[in-house]
């Protein structure tokens, strides 16, 4: 079982930067899709940004690329996804997401994603 535990959201302003951050554990299989998704109320989630363990894949919604930056500490089994120029349309509960696979495919779909975090909410004033 896979455990992935997200932190690193806050509020900023329009113009900032954050690094969330998404610890994980329980890894049974030697390659996954990571991905970060993040959520508005009302809203169905949407896949921001993923990569393949690894490997070189790596992936970004048009909303972010440019943005923001997904990256993988393989010593400390930690995601990141660096955050800058934040706007407040970027407003979210932000989740890490992964599933053992040997490739990242349809990365925007939670469906493909066995495991999930608990969120960390992120908040940018304009």
């Known amino acids: 079982q896979v455990t992935l535990v997200e932190s690193g959201g806050g509020s900023v302003q329009a113009g900032g930067s954050l690094r969330l951050s998404c610890a994980a554990s329980?890894?049974?299989?030697?390659?996954?899709?990571m991905a970060w998704f993040r959520r508005v109320p009302g809203k169905e989630r949407e896949g921001v940004a993923a990569l393949l363990t690894d490997s070189r894949f790596v992936y970004y919604s048009d909303s972010v690329k440019g943005r923001f930056t997904i990256s993988r500490d393989d010593a400390k089994s930690t995601l990141y996804l660096q955050m800058h120029s934040l706007k407040p349309e970027d407003t979210a509960m932000y989740y890490c997401a992964a599933d053992a696979r040997q490739f990242c495919m349809g990365v925007r779909r939670e469906i493909n994603y066995a495991y999930w975090g608990q969120g960390t909410q992120v908040t940018v004033s304009s």
């Open positions: 329980g890894y049974t299989s030697t390659r996954y899709c």
